[in-house]
């Protein structure tokens, strides 16, 4: 079933009401990973906001000629096809980059939320929505993921970007480790959806006293 | 269920797109890996240069091996043709890869700089290897000083919250090199052979001579 919704519309749902960490709550295992401190968080959501809008496209592109029975070993292959460029790609053009998040770039391969958005969005519509559903997902993982890792940082490390904000301090090693992490996602879950809830309920409440 | 007509489009599917997805892959390959490899020795040419402050001219001595990778060492020269030290080349079994790097001694075999080349550690925890908190700890240290504790106040390397596997692997990697660079250059001296590069690529197995030799005595 092809999409009636909009370009900006579809950026938009991938951002806030299909974010993928926040509400799919797939893909967590690099949210919690990479996220120690802000800029390793930034670095990969734009890594992946990159390659799931290219997935999206190529799977859109080549979904007529595809059987239903083969998509998913297809779709891998396009995953792994564009992260493998971009690695090397990077590695080519831009050495310093590619040094510090080489790692994570090749771990892209492996996300549930790429080949999601290949699956349920991509293969049943035009390339130009598909684009846009690509910049959505991704944008709403990139913003997760900067949320997370600005937080663990600032608790971890009293540090943002670096740069030590918190002087004096002394930082709380849990929240550079794993466990951290989960805690962050977590309660930065529970915060995203209880802020969502609310504004629902009051434009819920707008349009009953419209009437 | 599934026809021979599925079947054919099923396995043209599968023909066509992972030839199309090997061919763009080649070729991307092609194209980037000269300027990879060039990127890489530009490198290590560059780092070479900065390891030693002072230093006018990088000469290669020999390669060892350690960690089954051959690995190169170095002498630099200062500009009236001194020794300002040696340069050599290490890597370190560490948690998720081999930890690069290179480690330059001032001629009384103290640790004058350290650079971590490449590493796939974990983020957050192992790749802190790379901070300058972390290096800035073997900075005039010398041979005795290699050795990991958790504590801190000591004259030893202090390991890495969360990363001790990590920061075990470059201490005994430098220990390593340390140890390796200290045996080939006491016996380019006491051979008082001049520090060809023939010579000093030899000065594994002598030393090995020299040290059986002394051994008997």
């Known amino acids: 079933m092809m999409t009636k919704l909009r370009n900006r519309d579809l950026v938009i749902r991938g951002l806030i009401q299909e974010n993928t960490i926040f509400r799919q709550a797939i893909s967590l295992c690099p949210a919690i990973a990479v996220t120690s401190n802000l800029r390793n968080g930034l670095m990969m959501g734009l890594a992946v906001?990159?390659?799931?809008?290219?997935?999206?496209?190529?799977?859109?592109?080549?979904?007529?000629?595809?059987?239903?029975?083969?998509?998913?070993?297809?779709?891998?292959l396009v995953i792994s096809g564009w992260v493998t460029i971009v690695d090397m790609f990077m590695s080519a053009f831009v050495p310093e980059v590619q040094a510090q998040i080489g790692l994570y770039i090749q771990l892209i391969v492996a996300f549930a939320s790429i080949l999601a958005g290949a699956e349920t969005f991509a293969s049943k519509n035009k390339p130009v929505a598909a684009f846009f559903d690509g910049i959505g997902r991704g944008a709403g993982f990139l913003i997760a993921l900067a949320f997370i890792s600005a937080v663990r940082e600032i608790l971890g490390k009293g540090s943002l970007l670096g740069m030590p904000i918190l002087a004096g301090s002394?930082?709380?090693?849990?929240?550079?480790?794993?466990?951290?992490?989960?805690?962050?996602?977590?309660?930065l879950m529970a915060l995203f959806n209880f802020l969502d809830s609310k504004y629902q309920k009051k434009s819920e409440a707008l349009a009953g006293s419209a009437e | 269920m599934i026809g021979p007509k599925d079947i054919f489009k099923i396995m043209s599917n599968l023909v066509v797109i992972y030839l199309a997805g090997g061919l763009i892959l080649v070729s991307a390959y092609a194209f980037t890996s000269p300027i990879v490899a060039k990127n890489d020795a530009n490198k290590k040419n560059q780092v070479l240069k900065s390891m030693i402050p002072g230093s006018e001219k990088v000469v290669k001595l020999g390669d060892w091996t350690i960690s089954d990778k051959t690995a190169e060492y170095y002498k630099a020269l200062a500009a009236n043709d001194k020794i300002a030290g040696y340069i050599i080349e290490t890597y370190g079994k560490g948690y998720s890869s081999n930890i690069h790097s290179m480690l330059a001694v001032d001629p009384s075999m103290r640790i004058v700089n350290i650079t971590i080349l490449s590493q796939a550690e974990t983020p957050g925890l192992g790749d802190e290897v790379e901070s300058k908190w972390f290096k800035g700890q073997f900075i005039g240290k010398n041979l005795s000083n290699m050795e990991v504790v958790k504590t801190t106040g000591t004259d030893k390397i202090q390991a890495l919250t969360g990363a001790t596997i990590s920061s075990r692997a470059v201490v005994n990697s430098e220990k390593a090199a340390l140890e390796f660079l200290e045996k080939a250059i006491q016996t380019t001296?006491?051979?008082?052979?001049?520090?060809?590069?023939?010579?000093?690529?030899?000065?594994?197995?002598?030393?090995a001579t020299n040290a059986s030799q002394a051994g008997k005595q």
């Open chain 1, 49 to 76: 906001m990159f390659v799931q809008a290219m997935v999206n496209i190529t799977v859109a592109s080549i979904r007529q000629f595809i059987h239903p029975r083969i998509r998913l070993p297809i779709f891998m």
């Open chain 1, 170 to 187: 002394k930082p709380l090693l849990i929240m550079v480790l794993p466990a951290g992490g989960f805690i962050t996602a977590g309660v």
């Open chain 2, 189 to 207: 001296s006491s051979t008082a052979v001049d520090s060809s590069i023939q010579a000093v690529a030899g000065a594994t197995k002598a030393t």
